[in-house]
């Protein structure tokens, strides 16, 4: 959905019905295009793709404690 945004930030900063909406989405697009965001935003992904299985065990009803803990350690090897 990045290129969504960035398109809909775009529209925002030119189409913009105030001086407001100008500057706000001006300042999101800015933020958004920063080498910093991407980097976090790259690297939450990699670290979600990585935590999901486990946060998915640990959110069952009925947990099988040994699973559960060489999933902890694999996840923390992975990580």
Known sequence: MYGA???MLVSMVQEGSSNSIHGEAG???IVMKSFEFIFILYFMHKIMGTTNLLCRVLQQKSLNILNVMN???T???LL
Do not use: P
Request: contains cysteine.
């Open 71 to 73: 999933l902890i350690s």
């Open 27 to 29: 300042g999101c697009l």
């Open 75 to 77: 996840t923390k090897a």
């Open 5 to 7: 945004t960035i398109t």
